[in-house]
């Protein structure tokens, strides 16, 4: 099967008083629809700045990125490439339901309430809906920024550290949802340093010297 998302020989160097350091030196990726790959990496080997790449949140100095075999464009539209950034990005004032409708709006979908409620309510944080991401727990923002990214049946979707600020309760909706995903055809890229995680992947990755290699 072809991949839905593929990077070839991606590099990305940055800036610092000391020298410019170069984070990412030739990293080559696919991921297939329906396929679960996670990157684990020491903190600091650049999956986040990978992650950032494959969005278009930024731009490699060298290398291509494609989506269903298109280079990405400038603005990837969120139903081909949606994101749980590792800083999650909420916009604080929109509440927690207007925050995982946006893309559906955005996109013009119907169904839109019934979407958000039964993602918020999946992940445990049906009774929050109205409330505003600084009212609510970090873990709590997590699950509704990963409901966010999923609620538009991406293409391709990006987590980064999903499970970092949940509690051990939260953690199996949260995966059962990322596997969910992928069923429904996702090509799902999880950063994470959790075994409980890497343990629903099909192929398990790890950004070593600023490539990418197999791990199992
Ligand atoms: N915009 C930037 N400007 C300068 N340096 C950056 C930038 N983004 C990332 N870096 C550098 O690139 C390296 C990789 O950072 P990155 O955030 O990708 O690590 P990570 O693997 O996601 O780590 P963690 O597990 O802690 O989340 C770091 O050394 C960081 O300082
Ligand atoms: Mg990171």
């Not at 590792?86 to 004032?93: D, F, I, N, P, R």
């Not at 013009?108 to 918020?120: F, I």
């Not at 499970?163 to 996702?186: K, W």
Request: with cysteine.
């Amino acid at each position: 099967m072809s991949p839905v998302l593929s990077a070839r020989g991606v590099t990305r160097s940055y800036d610092h008083p000391e020298g410019a350091v170069e984070v990412l030196r030739g990293v080559d990726l696919d991921v297939a629809a329906g396929e679960v790959v996670t990157v684990s990496g020491r903190s600091g080997s650049g999956k986040s700045a990978l992650f950032a790449l494959l969005c278009g949140f930024d731009r490699p100095d060298a290398g291509t990125v494609a989506v269903g075999g298109a280079p990405l464009p400038a603005v990837p539209a969120w139903g081909d490439c949606a994101v749980l950034p590792q800083a999650m990005g909420l916009a604080h004032e929109l509440t927690l339901a207007e925050n995982v409708a946006l893309p559906l709006r955005l996109a013009r979908r119907t169904g839109v309430d019934d979407r958000v409620a039964e993602l918020l309510a999946e992940l445990g944080i049906g009774e929050l809906a109205d409330r505003y991401p600084p009212e609510v727990s970090y873990g709590q923002q997590q699950r509704a920024a990963l409901a966010r990214a999923v609620a538009i049946r991406p293409r391709v979707l990006l987590a980064d550290e999903p499970t970092a600020h949940l509690d051990h309760g939260s953690v199996p909706a949260v995966l059962g949802l990322l596997r969910r995903a992928a069923s429904e055809g996702t090509a799902v890229l999880i950063a994470t340093h959790h075994d409980l995680v890497h343990a629903i992947a099909d192929r398990r990755l790890a950004i070593v010297d600023g490539r990418l290699t197999t791990t199992g």
